[in-house]
């Protein structure tokens, strides 16, 4: 299995970005799918999740409003959009993949079963 996520860059704040996971060596649909972020000195936080289906999406507070979580099962790909970005977004994003879809624990990082290796995201004020 195979999560590579892109799509990171250096950006001012209240520009947007797009990131990207390209999924491979599983069945993608089967997968709940998540981005989480972790600054330098902090530990890893959810960002956001997406069921399934698509039908259902799920946020931390610090992104409500801002950030859209989205999939496309026919691309293998899960897509967070980032707008009105501020210098707390920077972190390093992580994609993850979870294949039991445990409601209860969807927001905790210890729930996922696969991981991307991260892309950089750097908010400047």
């Known amino acids: 299995v195979q999560l590579q996520a892109s799509g990171g860059g250096l950006v001012q704040a209240g520009d947007s970005l797009r990131l990207s996971c390209l999924a491979s060596?599983?069945?993608?649909?089967?997968?709940?799918l998540a981005w989480f972020r972790q600054a330098p000195g902090k530990e890893r936080q959810f960002v956001a999740a997406?069921?399934?289906?698509?039908?259902?999406?799920y946020y931390a507070d610090s992104v409500k409003g801002r950030f859209t979580v989205s999939r496309d099962n026919a691309k293998n790909t899960v897509y967070l959009q980032m707008n009105s970005l501020e210098p707390d977004d920077t972190a390093v994003y992580y994609c993850?993949?979870?294949?039991?879809?445990?409601?209860?624990?969807?927001?905790?990082?210890?729930?996922?079963?696969?991981w991307g290796q991260g892309t950089q995201v750097t908010v400047s004020s």
């Open positions: 997406v069921r399934r289906n698509g039908g259902y999406t």
């Open positions: 060596g599983l069945t993608f649909s089967a997968y709940t």
């Open positions: 993850a993949a979870d294949r039991n879809e445990i409601l209860s624990t969807i927001r905790s990082s210890s729930t996922y079963d696969y």
